[in-house]
């Protein structure tokens, strides 16, 4: 979950990074690594420079102790005066071997030689060998032995230290000058045992094979470890071994072993064997020598031992530097070529992300924009370009690019199938009015000939329906996105907008206009503004019970004219007034699926109008607990002063069908002598004529039919008169009547609907009297 929530730069940077600080850390170590095998180096040859000293002077003193002892041991009472300064010697100089041991046992964590307790146990045997060589109870193979255990310690001491060297290199150097003490070691062994074989006459407890063995050690030991040394050793070696005192050492050697191979030369006098090459005395100062050239050689071969450590030391130093600098440096210059890169990605992706924003923002919202009005797209030329190469980046960007031009083609396909649809809404609407407007004319026609009152009310209602079908393929129209063919050229009052409204729905009788403004709105609007309301009383007696009543009404407000329409039905939820009053204010684009998913088109028709006219149409929860359709008109789409000064006199009446054609105004004293008809409002009205009412009924206006007319039929008569006054007896007086003019078809049938409409209220109201009459 951490590494999802990292963005894209972050996981490029923790790719280079990782791998960086796993780097520095390997680079920190291995340098820390070579700083501490540098100061292991120098500290190892100070500590073994060290020890040069200490080791020299606890080898020649215990030799010498050692050789002192054997010859005492051996018979040879002139040794003894010369043993306690050897014995003190040898205490001084296993003081300071013990002390740079002691500090070399910790190089590196590896012990070196004996620990001190060790070393303490050791002064306690010394002292315990030096009392029995002094009372002469100590054998001469255990002293031979003590002191050769002594020496091996010290030896192999130095064998490990040689094994803890810091480098291959300086560990076999380190091991030549061990065999280098082995060989001086040897050496002196064999001129003790030489000195005691003397001192004994060859009757000596330790065997002759170990002289023997000791005496071919240093001369073969010598010889096998010229060829390793340097050149500069090997010429001192080759010198040593070309010396005289070389030579006599060897010699007399050879001539030791050759007079005590012999058993019968054990014991006997000096005469009887041959003589030596050399005195005692001689042999001692050329092995002197020659022990001394081979320390002095042992010497030389530390320093050069420790000049390389000291090298390594330094070249470890270097090397760890430069290692450690490299390391870093290695690290810091892939960092950065790590950042370049994330942020080269990072720029492309951003380039990319600001494209593709732009081609879902702009540019296909643009595309869709130009499809939705009817313009011209071309798929290949509109197809996005984004070109970012051939990587893994390019080829998203391609899916992109690719994914663009599949929508786009299918926008364009969708808007081709979307204008087909519409262009066979437009058709089917237009061949249908063409249909609705044909039935309209032959029921006006047989409206205007018919005066029985059971056929005219049949006819009335079969003209309701065609009213209401000519208004479902008006709502086609619309929504095909074309415009009705119903136009009025002059203002209409707003009265008459609703009252043509309610006459346009088949339950008209069961709404009343209340109070309503006496203003006007503009001609071009009237349709609409009719169409409008009207599916909104439609709605209002559909979702209502039928015994209730719809209120309409309005008033004048700062913006205009609201006019409001109030049913008493079952209301609507709050999710559902929220729903569709959202669609009142943003109409979504029309198609199939909204088509299909809403069963009130007639709402989205609303919407659709009134977004055209910017008609305001909200709907909320009414008194009584139905709904209030409240349809604001703005002030822009009503008539102003000088639009209603131009226009001639109306009389009050609902609108239904279209504009007739013009004709001239009735003179004014046709228009006095009429009884009170009712007319439609027309852009040019025409002329009245007066019509005799029914004496026993009243003429009463109907709420939805228009009637303008030269001449009406009578309403039916009763026989008997007995009910009504005197004075209505008398048949009324003609007025002149004006010249006849044909009636358009809309006129005609505005007359039959008001002799309906007064017929059925007539109906109503007398229906007692009648009773009364016929009993009479």
Do not use: C
Request: charged residues 20%.
């Amino acid at each position: 979950m951490f590494l999802a929530r990292l963005g894209v730069r972050t996981r490029i940077l923790a790719i280079a990074l990782i791998p960086s600080l796993t780097l520095v850390v390997v680079g920190v170590g291995a340098a820390g690594y070579l700083v501490k095998q540098s100061n292991d180096a120098k500290a190892w040859a100070t500590q073994l420079q060290s020890m040069v000293g200490p080791v020299q002077e606890q080898l020649e003193s215990f030799q010498s102790e050692r050789s002192l002892t054997l010859a005492l041991l051996a018979g040879d009472e002139t040794a003894a005066p010369a043993l306690p300064a050897a014995r003190a010697r040898a205490d001084t100089s296993f003081t300071k071997m013990n002390v740079a041991v002691q500090k070399l046992r910790s190089v590196n964590g590896v012990e070196i030689g004996d620990s001190q307790a060790a070393y303490d146990q050791f002064l306690q045997a010394q002292i315990q060998v030096r009392a029995a060589v002094d009372a002469r109870m100590l054998p001469t193979p255990d002293a031979y032995n003590f002191f050769n255990t002594v020496i091996d310690k010290f030896s192999a001491g130095s064998n490990v230290a040689s094994l803890q060297a810091p480098s291959a290199e300086l560990a076999v150097r380190s091991t030549y000058g061990d065999r280098l003490l082995a060989v001086i070691e040897s050496m002196s062994r064999a001129n003790t045992l030489g000195t005691a074989l003397i001192a004994s006459n060859g009757n000596l407890a330790i065997p002759l094979d170990e002289f023997m063995r000791q005496s071919g050690h240093f001369q073969t030991g010598l010889v096998a470890l010229t060829p390793q040394l340097d050149p500069s050793e090997r010429d001192q070696v080759n010198a040593l071994m070309a010396s005289p005192q070389w030579q006599q050492v060897i010699a007399m050697n050879a001539a030791l072993i050759t007079r005590y191979s012999d058993p019968a030369a054990v014991g006997a006098k000096p005469g009887a064997y041959p003589p030596l090459p050399a005195t005692p005395a001689e042999w001692q100062n050329s092995t002197g020598f020659v022990t001394r050239s081979l320390l002095d050689l042992y010497v030389a071969h530390n320093r050069i031992v420790q000049t390389k450590a000291a090298d390594s030391a330094a070249t470890a130093e270097t090397t760890s530097a430069l290692a450690g600098g490299g390391v870093v440096a290695l690290s810091v210059l892939v960092f950065l070529i790590a950042v370049i890169l994330a942020n080269r990605i990072i720029r492309r992706l951003r380039r990319l992300r600001t494209q593709t924003l732009q081609l879902a923002d702009e540019q296909l919202p643009a595309t869709m924009r130009i499809l939705r009005e009817g313009g011209e797209v071309d798929p290949a030329a509109t197809a996005p370009k984004l070109d970012f190469g051939t990587d893994e980046i390019g080829q998203v960007a391609d899916a992109f690019e690719h994914a663009a031009a599949a929508a786009i083609g299918a926008a364009v396909d969708e808007a081709r199938t979307r204008e087909g649809v519409r262009a066979v809404f437009l058709n089917i609407a237009h061949r249908s009015q063409i249909v609705v407007h044909r039935q309209l004319e032959i029921l006006d026609e047989a409206e205007r000939r018919q005066e029985d009152p059971a056929l005219l009310e049949t006819l009335f209602r079969l003209d309701h329906l065609a009213t209401r079908e000519r208004r479902n393929a008006e709502n086609l129209i619309i929504l095909g996105g074309g415009r009705p063919g119903r136009q009025w050229r002059q203002p209409v009052p707003v009265m008459d907008v609703v009252r043509s409204a309610i006459g346009e729905t088949l339950d008209y009788a069961r709404v009343r206009v209340t109070k309503l403004p006496e203003v006007s709105v503009v001609g071009t609007v009237v349709a609409d503004l009719v169409h409008l309301l009207a599916e909104l009383v439609d709605n209002a007696t559909a979702f209502s019970p039928p015994q209730s009543r719809v209120e309409a009404g309005g008033n004048i407000v700062g913006k205009g004219v609201v006019v409001e329409i109030t049913d008493q039905g079952m209301g609507m939820s709050a999710e559902d007034l929220v729903r569709y009053n959202n669609m009142l204010a943003d109409p979504p684009d029309f198609g199939v699926g909204t088509l299909s998913s809403d069963s009130r088109l007639g709402l989205f028709v609303v919407a659709r109008l009134a977004l055209a006219h910017g008609v305001s149409v909200r709907l909320s929860e009414s008194d009584y607990g139905g709904i209030r359709a409240i349809v604001l008109i703005p002030q822009q789409l009503l008539a102003g002063e000088a639009e209603l000064a131009d226009m001639p006199p109306a009389m009050t009446g609902p609108l239904r069908r279209g504009l007739p054609a013009p004709q001239e105004p009735a003179p004014v004293a046709a228009l006095e002598s009429a009884p009170t008809p009712v007319a439609t409002l027309l852009a040019d009205p025409p002329t009245p004529r007066p019509m005799t009412p029914a004496p026993e009924m009243p003429v009463v206006a109907p709420p939805r039919y228009d009637t303008a007319s030269d001449e009406r039929p009578a309403l039916p008569r009763r026989s008997r008169q007995t009910n009504l006054a005197p004075e209505l007896t008398e048949p009324a007086a003609e007025a002149p009547s004006a010249p006849e003019r044909p009636r358009s078809p809309e006129q005609a049938r505005d007359i039959m609907s008001a002799i309906e409409n007064g017929t059925r209220q007539g109906r109503k109201q007398q229906a007692p009297s009648n009773q009364d009459e016929q009993e009479g």
